[in-house]
């Protein structure tokens, strides 16, 4: 996998391919974790940098850290951290790259964030099917341990795209059940052990721990448009050089591939934000850049990096129904859209891609991502909804003729043949 980008702050260092760093090329490179004072004074320099969150939702991260911080000092029971590195999306491979490169940095941030909220636990949750990352981690910690004055686990979380969401990630630290939890009270007052309880995402903890040391104005001296700083994405499809890279946020989207090498093939659809995302015409945003913000406005969603491109001989429904059925599989089936609506999306699906739909299918899909959006207990049914009607809307012209003619434009075939 390539790792590269111009804009090299969490993948700053030394070469990416090399393993992970060791503590002492880390400590050279970066000096000392901030502790005490330092680190406590950092919750201000995180809400003036403004920096989002990078699993998915983009919260602020100093809003979260001082509710918890005051929630603590009020006289709550001491805080718990968890570093999510549970990464279950498929298209998503920044989390386990920074880990696998930079567990030093990760490890930091975790602790940045105990020291600064009054936290005594520190919990990292990495995805057990990413085995380097898990590795990198565990060997970081064995060299850290007797220096964190935190009790620190390390948790290999299930594997599933679900259990990696905020409630789900507690749930499994205190039971071993990956389901997300559909009742009150929320994480950040009863969490982990019913105390207070902070799920970050481990490329936030990572820049958290840079900001630290490095101050606000630095973090806000990158960044094009209005939403500041760096971030990693995943870039896969027709590209040159796929894989992880650090872009600049608000560098449009095609300067993005350019600096990947270009495509090396048509490219007939964006996927943007990944399995809970939205596809894209190219020409739509090939020029938009890549800003939390400005993507906001059009309805799409940076979420934790993900850019795919489709390769324009290859089936858009195809690719869709098999992110979908991914999705309806991946849920617990604890409520009613993720029972019933998500499956019946998944079948509809299939039937339009191999060319054997029935007639009321494509309106019941339109029907369908209507009814379940906001109805499951976490937002997984949207996330679903939301990637199935940005597909039917991009690939409209490929849908008629796969219902109408069982012809595959993209292919040039029978509808359900070479994909
Ligand atoms: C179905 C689902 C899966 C998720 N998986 C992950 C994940 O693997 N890693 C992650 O950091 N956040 C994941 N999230 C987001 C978390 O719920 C949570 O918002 C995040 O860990 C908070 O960290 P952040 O504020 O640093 O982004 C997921 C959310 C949902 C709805
Ligand atoms: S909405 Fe779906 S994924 Fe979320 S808790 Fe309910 S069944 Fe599980």
Redesign the pocket.
């Known amino acids: 996998m390539t790792i590269t980008g111009t804009a090299r702050r969490l993948l700053s260092g030394p070469p990416l391919r090399g393993g992970p760093e060791s503590l002492t090329e880390h400590l050279t490179r970066l000096g000392p974790v901030p502790t005490g004072f330092a680190a406590r004074r950092a919750i201000g320099e995180l809400e003036t940098a403004g920096i989002l969150?990078?699993?998915?939702?983009?919260?602020p991260?100093g809003r979260?850290w001082r509710a918890i911080a005051e929630r603590v000092a009020e006289g709550g029971p001491p805080a718990v951290v968890v570093a999510?590195?549970?990464?279950?999306?498929p298209a998503s491979a920044k989390?386990q790259v920074l880990m696998e490169r930079r567990p030093h940095l990760v490890i930091d941030g975790a602790v940045v964030a105990a020291d600064a909220i009054g936290a005594d636990e520190i919990v990292f949750y990495v995805?057990r099917e990413h085995t380097a990352a898990v590795a990198a981690m565990s060997d970081a910690l064995a060299v850290r341990t007797a220096g964190i004055r935190t009790r620190v686990t390390l948790v290999e979380a299930p594997i599933g795209?679900?259990a990696?969401?905020?409630t789900a990630?507690v749930h499994y630290v205190n039971a071993r059940d990956a389901r997300p939890v559909t009742t009150p009270p929320r994480m950040s007052e009863r969490g982990v052990d019913g105390r207070p309880t902070l799920?970050?995402?481990?490329e936030?903890l990572a820049y958290a721990a840079l900001i630290a040391r490095h101050g606000a104005a630095w973090y806000r001296s990158a960044g094009r448009l209005d939403t500041r700083g760096t971030a990693l994405v995943t870039l896969s499809g027709p590209v040159r050089e796929p894989g992880v890279r650090e872009i600049e946020l608000g560098t449009p989207l095609g300067d993005v591939v350019a600096e990947a090498g270009g495509v090396t093939a048509a490219v007939s659809a964006v996927l943007l934000g990944g399995y809970?995302g939205t596809w894209a015409a190219p020409a739509d945003v090939w020029a938009m850049p890549l800003d939390p913000a400005v993507m906001r406005e059009r309805d799409l969603a940076f979420g934790?990096g993900i850019i795919g491109l489709q390769p324009a001989t290859q089936c858009g429904l195809a690719a869709t129904t098999r992110i979908i059925r991914f999705l309806a599989d991946a849920s617990a089936r604890q409520c009613g859209p993720c029972t019933y609506g998500l499956p019946a999306m998944a079948e509809a699906m299939e039937r339009i891609s191999i060319g054997a739909a029935r007639d009321d299918d494509p309106d019941n899909l339109e029907r369908w991502t209507a009814m379940v959006a906001g109805r499951g207990a976490?937002?997984?049914p949207d996330?679903a909804a939301q990637h199935l009607e940005s597909a039917l809307a991009v690939f409209a012209d490929d849908v008629a003729s796969h219902v109408d003619q069982r012809w595959c434009l993209a292919t040039g075939g029978r509808a359900g043949g070479a994909r």
């Not at 969150?53 to 919260?59: E, K």
Request: charged residues 20%; negative net charge.
């Open positions: 969150g990078r699993g998915g939702a983009g919260f991260l979260k999510n590195g549970a990464e279950g999306e989390d995805g795209y679900v990696g969401e905020a990630v799920v970050q995402n481990v936030s809970f934790c976490c937002s997984h996330g």
